[in-house]
Structures are given as C-alpha cells and as structure tokens.
C-alpha cells in the first residue's frame, strides 16, 4: 500500500487528503464506516433540515484540521515527530467512535456506567490488537498518557480541534451564521511553551469570537427548546420500553444489535459485545420505533407515532422554576385528554433544567503566550465582554409537555 492517497472532497473545507496507509485502512474499517449512519447532530434535523451530515464527516474535517494545527506548530520549530504526527491524526480520527446512535440522548440506556469516551478507548484498543500495536501512540494521546500534552490537547480541550471542527461544521449544515469561527486564523496563532499549548497574543479576538459562537450555538442549535422536546421524547420511548421490559411485557428491537442492548444495558467488557455494539447506528432506532407505533401497550405507541409524525413536546424555556400549579394542571389535562394514568402522564409532562457554560477556567486553560513572554488564561485578561460573561453558567428551566 505504498505511495497511497486519497482525496475526499468535503463541503467544508475543500479536499482532505489522507496520505497514510494506516489512516486509510483505519477509515476502511467497519467500526469506522459505521459513523456514517449517526447523524453529528441526532434531532437537529428536526429544525434545521439541512443539519443531515454524520460524525463521520465530522471526525474527517478534525483530522484536517489535526494536520494543519501540526504543520503550524512544526513550523514554528515546535518538534513532532512522524509517530507522533501519526499518532495525534489517529486519536482525533477516532475521538468519537464510541458514539451509540442519537448520541448523549441514548448513551446511558444501552451501557452501563460507560461513557462513550471509555467506548472510543476500548474500542481503539481493539483496534490496536487488529493493527498489531500501531495505534500505542495514538492511546498514549487521546489518553493523555503521551509526554507532550499539547498534543492531547489539540483532540481534547477548550480549544481543540474536535470543536473548531464541530462549531464549523455544524453552521454550515444548519445555516446558524454566528457558529462561524475564524478556525484558520486559530490554528495559526496556536503555539506550544513547555509542552503546554498556547494562542499568540494576536488571536485574542479571534478566540473571544469562539467562545461567543459556542454559546450561541447551544442555546440556538444544541439546546434549541424543539430540539431539546425531541430528544427527550426519544429518551422517554426507551424509557418506556425498558420499564415495560422489566414488567415482564414483550418488546423487542428491530435489530439484533439492538435488541441485545434494549433487553439489558451491557458492560462492553467482552469483544462480542464491542463487535455488536458496533453494528449499532442510527437505522436500528428508527426502525424500532416504527414498529413500535403498532405496540399495545398506549404509552409506548403514543410517544413512538408522535415522533415519527413530528408531533413534538411543546418546550417553554424560562429564567425561574416552572410554576408547580402550572405543571399539575397540565398534568391533569393530558391525563383526561388520553385516559393516561397519573403515573403514565409523567411521560407526557415534565421538567428539568437546560445548562451551558461558556468557558470554566478550573476545567480547562486557554493560555495567551504575550509578546513578553508572560501567560496568562483568557479569563484574567483585560477585556470586558470575556471578564463580565465568560465564567457564569446560564441555566434555562423548561416544561415539556404533549400537544
């Protein structure tokens, strides 16, 4: 497989290249291909049509930018090696390949006390076993393990690639124009001191630009109250299901995969499972809950018909706790209006809490190298609007409930 490369054309950024035969058998893998059919955005599409793309193109536009963030660094005489290139575009590559189907709405419902990061390690290292030993360097990154951190974080930090790459992305597909981040100029202002990575004094702007980006996007894409009312639904209809599995009532899923996972949340700590967990997508959720608008139980083919017609929760989002008097008579009137019992009608309505923060200093360091040679985080630099706004969380309480 010598002299390899491949082009593919992304609506993005233009052509990515991959001029690696490891990186093209890695793409080729089924474990790989199988984030084609997981849309990057789960219920997006629901409000934005345009927002179809998968984590497979988003996993393929950080790996570009991996490679530009790196031909930047080495550019500045910052020394990374050819394993080490290699290993950082293999770890961003794979960032997200533990991602069940829909995402974080599902991702406690199939697993147990498995996060989809331990998902994405367990399986690289399988991965690693296939390739013979290959991927240690790129583990020993994504794990943090690595004796240079910065190249850690460029897969996972404030400032990383994985968001540069998600921001972007995800407005374009959506047509949301205050997700636009200027990512090249970023990318050239990044630099490295004592292994650590920084942003040049220049970029100042330009990253206070990001941060207001990701926090417009959340409350305007991410959090968007119809799409916030989608998932949930879809969290309520295995919800349901398994709560009626647990009674003893027959409910099966389209798929084995799925089926295998809907019966009783697994631990991943076999190969088989890992295999079956792989096989899962997207698809196998639809179709399940297609056949499940035909189940008898009322509950489960209420949520599952109303979704797939679009009929959605009704979502009010606000700044102060829902009026509990509010939430009891809409609980009564649902309840009247389909012959649900008290304790069906709590799939019908509820509340809870939306959060974002901006940017939490104690989680994460953005670093601003100055032209003295003095670091400081962005947080601690005197510029109002990041001073006034960047540390406060913002919380919006909602009610959803049936129409």
């Known amino acids: 497989m010598a002299g390899v490369r491949k082009i593919i054309n992304d609506p993005v950024y233009g052509f990515i290249t991959i001029d690696q035969p490891l990186i093209l058998q890695i793409v080729s893998h089924p474990y790989y291909q199988r984030l084609r059919n997981i849309h990057q955005m789960a219920f997006a599409h629901l409000v934005y049509p345009g927002a179809m793309h998968s984590r497979l193109h988003h996993s393929l536009g950080a790996y570009h930018l991996m490679g530009m963030a790196l031909m930047e660094l080495r550019s500045k005489g910052v020394t990374i090696t050819a394993e080490e290139e290699l290993g950082a575009k293999i770890a961003i590559l794979l960032h997200d390949i533990g991602h069940g189907p829909f995402s974080h709405a599902l991702e406690s419902r199939f ?29 020993a990154i994504f794990t943090d393990q690595h004796p240079k951190p910065f190249l850690h974080q460029l897969i996972s930090g404030q400032l990383d690639v994985d968001r540069m790459d998600y921001l972007n992305r995800d407005s374009f597909f959506t047509g949301v124009a205050e997700g636009v981040i200027g990512y090249d100029r970023i990318i050239k202002m990044l630099t490295v001191l004592d292994d650590e990575l920084m942003v040049e004094e220049k970029a100042i702007y330009s990253i206070e630009k990001f941060l207001i980006s990701r926090r417009l996007m959340y409350w305007q894409v991410y959090l968007h109250k119809t ?45 088989e499972q890992l295999d079956l967990f792989c096989r899962l997508d997207d698809h196998d959720v639809m179709a399940t809950i297609k056949n499940w608008q035909d189940h008898s139980d009322p509950v489960l083919k209420k949520l599952c018909s109303d979704l797939i017609a679009r009929r959605l929760y009704k979502v009010q989002l606000q700044g102060e706790p829902v009026d509990t008097a509010f939430t009891a008579a809409k609980t009564k009137e649902i309840s009247e209006r389909f012959g649900f019992t008290e304790e069906e009608t709590r799939y019908f309505v509820f509340t809870g809490i939306a959060r974002n923060t901006m940017y939490n200093p104690a989680d994460e360091r953005i670093n601003i190298l100055f032209k003295d040679g003095t670091v400081r985080d962005i947080s601690k630099v005197d510029h109002a609007l990041i001073q006034q706004t960047l540390n406060r969380a913002v919380e919006k309480y909602y009610i959803c409930y049936s129409r």
């Open 227 to 271: 799409v916030l009312g989608a998932e949930m639904m879809l969290v309520h209809i295995f919800q349901r299901a398994q709560e009626l599995i647990g009674k003893g009532v027959e409910v099966r899923g389209a798929t084995t995969a799925l089926d295998f996972f809907l019966q009783e949340p697994r631990l991943l700590d076999t190969r």
């Open 111 to 139: 697993v147990k006390n498995v996060s989809h990061e331990s998902i994405s390690l367990k399986i690289m290292q399988a991965l690693n076993e296939e390739f013979k030993g290959q991927l240690d360097t790129a583990i």
